[in-house]
Every structure is written in C-alpha cells, then in structure tokens.
C-alpha cells in the first residue's frame, strides 16, 4: 500500500511511503524508516509536499503518480522504478 504521511502537524511536508500486509488487510509493516518519495529540491514544483499516490505496473516498471506542490505552484509527477519500493 502506498500511502500520504508528514513529520508534524506544523507544515506542509507530506512525503509518500510503502507498506506490506500479508493478508492485504491487517499487520502493515513499512517498507522502511524512510519514505519512498520525498519532497523536491528548494525552488521545484514540488519543494514543499508530495502525496495522492497511485501505482500502476506495466510490464517490469513500476509507475508511481503524485501530486505535488510550494507555495506558487501545484502538480502531477510521475516517478518510474523496476523495484516498486524505488531505485
């Protein structure tokens, strides 16, 4: 499962982590301490918040959709990997 998560209530700091089940339903466990995509560099589109994940597979890639946004702008990334918890 991909999901939307932040360090602290006070910013705008959404990052995009992977968790595993091994029924789909109960007992998630992070892919890592980390999340799989961070926020962008100081002055990206996406310097302030990334999140929305959604996953699609085609053929051996992994294809993870966001949106993303600062304080001027908002938008849709694309982030591509054959390992679906990244590079």
């Not at 998630?28 to 994940?53: C, H, N, T, Y």
């Not at 053929?59 to 990244?86: C, M, P, Q, R």
Request: avoid cysteine.
């Amino acid at each position: 499962m991909f999901y939307e998560a932040k360090n602290d209530m006070t910013h705008a700091d959404y990052q995009i982590g992977l968790a595993f089940s091994s029924d789909g339903e109960t007992n998630w466990v992070r892919s890592g301490p980390e999340p799989i995509l961070s926020f962008g560099k100081s002055g990206g589109w996406d310097q302030q918040s990334v999140g929305g994940p959604a996953a699609i597979k085609v053929g051996e890639t992994w294809y993870l959709f966001f949106s993303g946004g600062s304080d001027i702008f908002d938008g849709i990334g694309v982030a591509s990997s054959k390992n679906i918890a990244g590079p």
